[in-house]
């Protein structure tokens, strides 16, 4: 069974891509374009793995992530923060509220494969 991975970004540009590269290593993906929707989707799609933006509209990227590790059934999720947001103040913040990655946009493709490969326990 392949691992479920959320997609939560409102740019076209990133969602394409990156729906594109996790596609083609076998996972299955959905997007979310909001906050809203990125919560919507935690509870029906139970992802295993989220590559979440920051900056949406709405509830914003912090928010959906201290609201998935409020829930305790819901803490096997790995969250993978994907943001333009690089201060240092950012990164603590994300990683304060329980998300296990934090990569910075621009990224390469294969920061972002080997950084779910790992938190997948993949290829072990």
Same mark, same amino acid.
């Given at each position: ?15 394409? $891509?990156?729906?594109? /590269?996790? !596609?083609?290593? +076998? ?5 979310? !374009? ?8 935690? @509870?029906?799609?139970? $992802? ?8 949406? $509209? +709405?509830?914003?990227? @912090? ?20 943001? =333009? ?6 990164? =603590? ?5 329980? =998300? ?5 946009? $621009? ?11 790992? /938190? ?5």
């Amino acid at each position: 069974m392949s691992h479920r991975i959320l997609i939560v970004d409102d740019e076209p540009n990133i969602v394409v $891509p990156l729906q594109f /590269l996790m !596609e083609q290593k +076998g996972y299955h993906v959905r997007i979310a !374009e909001n906050g809203e929707e990125a919560i919507e989707a935690i @509870f029906r799609f139970q $992802p295993d793995l989220i590559l979440l933006d920051i900056m949406l $509209p +709405g509830i914003n990227g @912090f928010e959906v992530c201290q609201t998935v590790r409020e829930h305790r059934n819901l803490g096997d999720i790995k969250i993978v923060l994907v943001t =333009a947001l690089g201060r240092e103040v950012d990164m =603590a913040k994300g990683m304060a509220l329980g =998300a296990d990655a934090y990569i910075t946009k $621009p990224f390469s493709n294969s920061e972002i494969v080997e950084r779910v490969r790992e /938190l997948l326990k993949e290829g072990e």
